[in-house]
């Protein structure tokens, strides 16, 4: 007999969760072979949305060639570096922002000015003062990731427990001990809430200056598949693409349970 309030056992939340993926999974697969049919009936013109199966020829072909390396690699390489300087500076910031008002009252105009502001609008400006290399292509990706960190740092900052505050306080520890050992740790989770936004952001957006840009990377292979009208391989690159967030969003949010594994316990 179960007591009121008692988790669930580990095997029967574990079977739930399965059931559930197995659903989802269920139902992709009857989108991809209903989109299947409709091309091969010529529902759909197969011109423009090819079937699903040359898609996935493609993308194999793609993969087993080893085509995919070199402008994946590029594609990481500058979501890699922008997420992690853009992460880094705006954590710190909202650290000091979170705890002292006069920082805050002092940057909130300009931030609130820059943050509700579309990044690819500042693409062109960008293009014009730092051209269409790397650098270009680092600001906008890190201006994108730089907001929603901010914004969830402080506020996580502000959430900081006052009690733990003052009992670091009482017990001789320096601000800075207090900042990093007692509000940082309780800021953490929504720390990474706003990274996990600002990764899929970052994908967006390095995916939009490849575009722009026209040179290298998974999103330059895209629009010159486009113009060149191979509609399979566009498709395919779009697969990649698809794949690539998958996996980057399932890695984080393991990362994510190591790391604050406390915060997300359920109470007993």
């Known amino acids: 007999m179960s007591t009121p309030g008692a988790r669930p056992a580990p095997q029967a939340s574990r079977r ?13 697969a009857v989108l991809l072979l209903s989109l ?12 423009l949305i090819p ?7 493609k993308t194999w072909e793609i993969v087993s060639r080893g ?13 890699a570096v922008a997420s992690v300087v853009a992460c880094a500076l705006a954590v710190a910031a909202g650290l000091l922002m979170g705890r002292h008002p006069a920082l805050h009252a002092l940057f909130e105009p300009l931030l609130e ?3 509700p502001l579309p990044k690819p609008a500042l693409l062109p400006p960008l293009m014009l003062f730092l051209g269409l290399g790397d ?14 960190t901010l914004i969830n ?4 900052v502000r959430g900081a427990d006052p009690v733990q505050i003052d009992v670091a306080r009482t017990f001789g520890h320096p601000p800075s001990a207090v900042l990093l050992k007692v509000v940082l740790p309780s800021a953490l989770p929504l720390i990474l809430s706003g990274m996990r936004i600002s990764l899929g952001l970052g ?10 840009a026209g040179t290298g990377g998974v999103g330059y292979l895209i629009i010159d598949m486009q113009r060149t009208f191979q509609v399979a391989r566009m498709y395919a690159w779009i697969m990649v693409l698809a794949v690539l967030g998958l996996l980057l969003n399932h890695l984080f949010v393991r990362l994510e349970r190591r790391a604050i594994h406390w915060a997300l316990q359920a109470p007993a």
Do not use: C, H
């Open 16 to 28: 739930a969760l399965a059931v559930d993926a197995l659903a989802g999974v269920g139902t992709f």
């Open 36 to 47: 299947e049919w409709a091309v091969r009936t010529g529902k759909v013109n197969a011109a």
């Open 51 to 57: 079937a699903p199966s040359l898609v996935a020829v």
């Open 67 to 79: 085509e995919i390396l070199a402008p994946l690699g590029a594609t990481l390489y500058l979501l």
């Open 113 to 115: 000015i820059l943050r």
């Open 135 to 148: 650098a270009m292509k680092l600001t906008v990706i890190g201006l994108g990731v730089f907001f929603p």
């Open 153 to 156: 740092t402080i506020q996580g």
């Open 203 to 212: 994908l967006v957006l390095v995916v939009v200056a490849e575009m722009m």
